[in-house]
């Protein structure tokens, strides 16, 4: 029996098998088929010598829907809201994220005014019906939406998430009446307050929902094809997976599907090395994302800002806190009309890829200043599989980049400028890790750096000598580390609901009808949905003083007593503002949410390791000229990971290949191979010795 789990990528598609009864895992990396995404699967699990028709499930993680909401290839979506409430989506929130830019304009509405409708009824913020559905609308209002052919309708109403009939009956007709529409309702996605999130949720929602409902069925049935009768699940922005079925209706909980595989993964190893607090970064082919893990736990944010919080839309929905910056393999390197050389966030993709993948790539990339300096080779790229053109590389860079520099195209300019390069995009991705731990209250030496994707492994030493960071882990498989993550994720349930209960024995009895209200809803959706009691449950209330209008997140078990809530929260508080207030000012209750996990079977992290045979000679290692920072071109040691042996250590300047990726080790740091086959290098104290 098989477990196949594939990320679809940017640049690569990540396919892992793991074979239960062999007890070991086998990975594929092939460049990802724009045509049709699921070739792309289908080529690496061909590779990972796995078979579909013996596989009991495959998970996938994709960037389908990041991808959309960013370029804007979505769906020509309606909205109905209460009446006199159309334009919500657009007025948002009153807060200036930039206060002093003058110039400054939020992103347009996913649905047009002339796309906005509205319906007769009312709700009280308390749940009562204030005014009747006027359902005599509605067969207008179905009427106008066909006539304006949209391919899908939100249905946002207000105040729906104390009382969501009304949304639902309108759903329901408007259903009925428009077949071939999808149509999604505020309130199956997100039973808390906030009308503009709510809106701005089911808006998305709607907006790709037709395009991920072809995608998912279209790739399930591809797979059907190819002989695949086991159950199909989607990677879930939350850290959990979820059937494709639900991801149909819930395409806004894949937001972030590709990257979470690999911070799962990381808290995994966190765990198992005794890591306290890791920094989980992973660079790819078109981004650089970073995330934090402290105590083998991962955050998850229930407000996800698409395009960023300054000009974006947000979304109501729980996502993996992380932080992204354009700055992957792919990305480009330019010069912009100042004449300052810039890199990202446009990539070249896999389609046609860097100027070195000779596929037609003309545009230099980060790959090709790597290749440029000797960083990675040229015919062991991805196994050898694909060889690269160095001559390309540096043309390129000289062409495009050296002479509107003013630099030349000679080999000393190009070197210097495929430096530049590198040096910049080091600088944009430490940035992120700064917002992430800086910018939050972390001192970012006391985390390790934890690295992978493809291009993670060769900038790990370098970001951590530029933060001060002293250690580096670099897991086994890291070109295959998200997909490896989806192996290791368990079925979850992410639940919320608003209540405004303060601590006294009234609210608190209201508290504990919404937190049974809750567990029962948990336990039912994951009996449909998994067809499985969860094996856990975790509770989190969203507290505040009254008449405050931010929150702090604070945990508990069970059904807690109110002096246990006080003390969760002030200590939380404190964490966050330095001070509590005091027994004077009184807490408040205003939002309950659960997480449900299930416990299904997973492989060891000690299979993900390959690690060679006793052997009676120590590994061989070939060199090759590597541009090194302080001494220029110098020849170095370039290793097979599968050689090395747990304990062996190696001094920098170095290289350690494998088949998903390559790592760097910087002059004056050493390496060591770990039990789990993971590899620890030690950053030296000369900040100028980097490679």
Same mark, same amino acid.
């Given at each position: 029996?098989?477990?196949?789990?594939?990320?679809?990528?940017?640049?690569?598609? @990540? #396919?892992?098998?793991?074979?239960?009864?062999?007890?070991?895992?086998?990975?594929?990396?092939?460049?990802?088929?724009?045509?049709?995404?699921? @070739?792309?699967?289908?080529?690496?699990?061909?590779?990972?010598?796995?078979?579909?028709?013996?596989?009991?499930?495959?998970?996938?993680?994709?960037?389908?829907?990041?991808?959309?909401?960013?370029?804007?290839?979505?769906?020509?979506?309606?909205?109905?809201?209460?009446?006199?409430?159309?334009?919500?989506?657009? %007025?948002?929130?009153?807060?200036?994220?930039?206060?002093?830019?003058?110039?400054?304009?939020?992103?347009?509405?996913?649905?047009?005014?002339?796309?906005?409708? !509205?319906?007769?009824?009312? %709700?009280?913020?308390?749940?009562?019906?204030?005014?009747?559905?006027?359902?005599?609308?509605?067969?207008?209002?179905?009427?106008?939406?066909?006539?304006?052919?949209?391919?899908?309708?939100?249905?946002?109403?207000?105040?729906?998430?104390?009382?969501?009939?009304?949304?639902?009956?309108?759903?329901?007709?408007?259903?009925?009446?428009?077949?071939?529409?999808?149509?999604?309702?505020?309130?199956?996605?997100?039973?808390?307050?906030?009308?503009?999130?709510?809106?701005?949720?089911?808006?998305?929602?709607?907006?790709?929902? $037709?395009?991920?409902?072809?995608?998912?069925?279209?790739?399930?049935?591809?797979?059907?094809?190819?002989?695949?009768?086991?159950?199909?699940?989607?990677?879930?922005?939350?850290?959990?997976?979820?059937?494709?079925?639900?991801?149909?209706?819930?395409?806004?909980?894949?937001?972030?599907?590709?990257?979470?595989?690999?911070?799962?993964?990381?808290?995994?190893?966190?765990?198992?090395?005794?890591?306290?607090?890791?920094?989980?970064?992973?660079?790819?082919?078109?981004?650089?994302?970073?995330?934090?893990?402290?105590?083998?736990?991962?955050?998850?944010?229930?407000?996800?800002?698409?395009?960023?919080?300054?000009?974006?839309?947000?979304?109501?929905?729980? #996502?993996?806190?992380?932080?992204?910056?354009?700055?992957?393999?792919?990305?480009?390197?330019?010069?912009?009309?100042?004449?300052?050389?810039?890199?990202?966030?446009?990539?070249?993709?896999?389609?046609?890829? $860097?100027?070195?993948?000779?596929?037609?790539?003309?545009?230099?990339?980060?790959?090709?200043?790597?290749?440029?300096?000797?960083?990675?080779?040229?015919?062991?790229?991805?196994?050898?599989?694909?060889?690269?053109?160095?001559?390309?590389?540096?043309?390129?860079?000289?062409?495009? #980049?050296?002479?509107?520099?003013?630099?030349?195209? @000679?080999?000393?300019?190009?070197?210097?400028?495929?430096?530049?390069?590198?040096?910049?995009?080091?600088?944009?991705?430490?940035?992120?890790?700064?917002?992430?731990?800086?910018?939050?209250?972390?001192?970012?030496?006391?985390?390790?750096?934890?690295?992978?994707?493809?291009?993670?492994?060769?900038?790990?030493? !370098?970001?951590?000598?530029?933060?001060?960071?002293?250690?580096?882990?670099?897991?086994?498989?890291?070109?295959?580390?998200?997909?490896?993550?989806?192996?290791?994720?368990?079925?979850?349930?992410?639940?919320?609901?608003?209540?405004?209960?303060?601590?006294?024995?009234?609210?608190?009895?209201?508290?504990?009808?919404?937190?049974?209200?809750?567990?029962?809803?948990?336990?039912?959706?994951?009996?449909?949905?998994?067809?499985?009691?969860?094996?856990?449950?975790?509770?989190?209330?969203?507290?505040?003083?009254?008449?405050?209008?931010?929150?702090?997140?604070?945990?508990?078990?069970?059904?807690?007593?109110?002096?246990?809530?006080?003390?969760?929260?002030?200590?939380?508080?404190?964490?966050?503002?330095?001070?509590?207030?005091?027994?004077?000012?009184?807490?408040?209750?205003?939002?309950?949410?659960?997480?449900?996990?299930?416990?299904?079977?997973?492989?060891?992290?000690?299979?993900?390791?390959?690690?060679?045979?006793?052997?009676?000679?120590?590994?061989?290692?070939?060199?090759?000229?590597?541009?090194?920072?302080?001494?220029?071109?110098? @020849?170095?040691?370039?290793?097979?990971?599968?050689?090395? $042996?747990?304990?062996?250590?190696?001094?920098?300047?170095?290289?350690?290949?494998?088949?998903?990726?390559?790592?760097? %080790?910087?002059?004056?740091?050493?390496?060591?191979?770990?039990?789990?086959?993971?590899?620890?290098?030690?950053?030296?104290?000369?900040?100028?010795?980097?490679?």
């Amino acid at each position: 029996m098989q477990f196949i789990t594939a990320d679809t990528g940017g640049t690569f598609t @990540d #396919v892992t098998v793991y074979d239960t009864e062999a007890g070991h895992i086998r990975f594929g990396k092939t460049l990802t088929t724009y045509g049709d995404l699921v @070739d792309g699967v289908v080529a690496g699990i061909g590779e990972a010598k796995g078979t579909a028709a013996e596989a009991a499930w495959l998970r996938h993680g994709t960037t389908h829907v990041i991808n959309a909401f960013l370029q804007r290839r979505g769906a020509r979506v309606a909205l109905v809201a209460t009446r006199g409430f159309r334009d919500v989506l657009e %007025i948002g929130r009153g807060n200036r994220p930039v206060p002093f830019d003058t110039k400054r304009r939020r992103q347009p509405p996913l649905v047009p005014r002339a796309l906005r409708f !509205e319906v007769t009824e009312r %709700i009280g913020s308390d749940g009562t019906v204030i005014e009747a559905l006027a359902e005599q609308e509605i067969e207008a209002l179905a009427a106008a939406l066909k006539a304006a052919e949209v391919e899908a309708v939100a249905v946002a109403l207000l105040n729906a998430y104390a009382n969501p009939a009304h949304e639902q009956r309108v759903a329901a007709l408007l259903t009925a009446r428009l077949p071939g529409v999808y149509v999604t309702a505020a309130t199956a996605l997100s039973r808390e307050w906030f009308e503009y999130e709510r809106s701005s949720t089911a808006a998305a929602n709607a907006y790709v929902g $037709p395009a991920i409902a072809r995608y998912v069925e279209g790739f399930s049935t591809r797979l059907a094809r190819e002989g695949f009768a086991g159950s199909f699940a989607m990677m879930g922005s939350n850290g959990g997976i979820m059937p494709f079925e639900a991801s149909v209706g819930r395409p806004v909980s894949l937001v972030e599907s590709g990257p979470i595989g690999g911070v799962i993964a990381a808290s995994e190893y966190a765990r198992s090395l005794g890591l306290e607090r890791v920094v989980a970064f992973d660079m790819g082919g078109t981004t650089a994302k970073c995330a934090l893990v402290e105590k083998g736990e991962f955050d998850v944010q229930q407000t996800y800002w698409v395009g960023g919080y300054e000009q974006g839309f947000p979304i109501r929905s729980p #996502v993996l806190d992380i932080v992204e910056v354009g700055a992957g393999g792919g990305s480009i390197a330019w010069v912009d009309a100042q004449g300052r050389l810039r890199v990202g966030p446009e990539s070249a993709g896999s389609e046609p890829g $860097p100027a070195c993948f000779g596929r037609g790539g003309v545009e230099p990339t980060v790959t090709d200043a790597n290749l440029a300096l000797g960083r990675i080779g040229h015919g062991s790229f991805l196994g050898g599989q694909l060889r690269l053109d160095r001559d390309a590389a540096l043309r390129a860079i000289g062409e495009r #980049v050296g002479e509107p520099l003013g630099y030349g195209r @000679d080999a000393a300019a190009t070197t210097r400028v495929a430096r530049g390069v590198l040096d910049l995009a080091t600088t944009l991705m430490a940035g992120a890790i700064k917002e992430i731990t800086v910018a939050r209250g972390h001192d970012v030496r006391d985390f390790a750096l934890l690295v992978f994707g493809g291009g993670g492994p060769i900038f790990g030493a !370098e970001l951590a000598r530029q933060l001060g960071i002293r250690t580096v882990v670099v897991p086994p498989q890291p070109g295959n580390f998200s997909a490896v993550g989806m192996l290791l994720a368990q079925a979850r349930i992410d639940l919320a609901r608003t209540l405004v209960a303060d601590l006294s024995a009234e609210g608190m009895a209201a508290l504990a009808e919404v937190h049974r209200e809750l567990e029962s809803e948990a336990r039912q959706a994951a009996a449909r949905e998994f067809g499985s009691e969860p094996a856990t449950f975790a509770w989190q209330a969203d507290m505040r003083y009254r008449g405050q209008r931010h929150t702090v997140t604070v945990g508990f078990d069970g059904a807690p007593s109110a002096e246990t809530l006080r003390a969760a929260f002030e200590a939380a508080y404190a964490k966050r503002f330095g001070r509590v207030l005091g027994q004077d000012f009184s807490p408040e209750v205003v939002g309950l949410r659960v997480t449900a996990q299930g416990d299904a079977p997973r492989p060891a992290l000690s299979a993900l390791a390959v690690l060679p045979a006793p052997a009676d000679r120590a590994p061989r290692h070939q060199t090759r000229r590597l541009h090194v920072r302080s001494r220029g071109f110098v @020849d170095a040691p370039v290793w097979r990971r599968a050689d090395l $042996p747990v304990g062996f250590a190696i001094a920098g300047p170095a290289v350690v290949e494998e088949y998903s990726s390559t790592l760097l %080790i910087g002059a004056g740091d050493t390496a060591v191979v770990g039990a789990l086959g993971e590899i620890t290098i030690s950053i030296g104290q000369d900040r100028e010795a980097s490679s």
